[in-house]
């Protein structure tokens, strides 16, 4: 047995929560466990200005820890003046993860902006803000299209993410932060609905890995992807 008690190819119990923002085009709240994110999804006429003029939109995206997160207060980025390299480097992960979901030429010069704040962090933070943030965004796509807004979808395919590891020779999937504080191997993995690769991380923290433990890595991360597919899919049809 892991340290969470599961079973090697069990993930968290996992629930998404819908419209729980009145103001956004689309939000939910997503649970792995006990990691709650709050994934908002933002429309705007503005766009980079490096796209101006080539009618073509734009999604960008922001990850912040709130200050009680954690078990012990951290303090706002904003209030200390500095994003860290981590928050930069995840939310430009769920950035252009989700930039892979949509065709940007059929938003025209538009921009969606998805915010993801973690309520409650035990690992798995940016595998989640993917997961919730591809719910928020198919949900203002939705609103936008019933709104006139957009003519056509955009959307391709849904996104999912999950973290997987090697513990003890084991492959295990979605790690909680007790796990991942002992794993071995670290990874996480981002897929697409129709069986493709978005990106995969992965990183020896104890030991190295060979290339047949990293396909057992895959395989628990497609199996609890397809998982996390029907789940966005019943939130975003049922709210």
């Given at each position: 047995m892991r340290l969470s008690n599961r079973n090697f190819a069990e993930t968290r119990e996992i629930t998404i929560e819908t419209n729980v923002n009145c103001h956004a085009e689309g939000s939910c709240i997503i649970n792995f466990g006990q990691t709650k994110i709050l994934c908002t999804a933002s429309f705007e006429t503005e766009i980079p200005r490096f796209l101006r003029g080539k009618n073509q939109g734009w999604l960008t995206a922001t990850y912040s820890m709130l200050p009680r997160s954690t078990h012990s207060r951290i303090n706002r980025e904003s209030s200390t003046g500095k994003i860290s390299g981590r928050t930069q480097e995840i939310q430009r992960l769920i950035g252009r993860s989700l930039r892979s979901a949509i065709d940007l030429?059929?938003?025209?010069?538009?921009?969606?902006?998805?915010?993801?704040?973690?309520?409650q962090a035990d690992g798995g933070t940016r595998t989640a803000a993917i997961s919730g943030g591809y719910v928020a965004l198919a949900l203002c796509i939705r609103k936008l299209l019933k709104e006139g807004v957009l003519k056509e979808s955009p959307l391709k395919k849904n996104i999912a993410a999950i973290s997987c590891g090697i513990s003890a020779n084991q492959a295990i999937i979605d790690l909680d932060y007790l796990e991942d504080s002992n794993i071995d191997v670290d990874a996480n993995f981002i897929l697409s609905a129709d069986k493709k690769i978005i990106e995969i991380q992965a990183s020896a923290e104890g030991d190295t890995f060979s290339k047949d433990e990293l396909d057992q890595m895959y395989e628990l991360a497609e199996a609890g992807c397809n998982k996390i597919f029907n789940l966005q899919n019943e939130a975003i049809n049922n709210s």
């Open positions: 030429s059929i938003l025209g010069e538009r921009q969606i902006f998805i915010d993801c704040d973690v309520l």
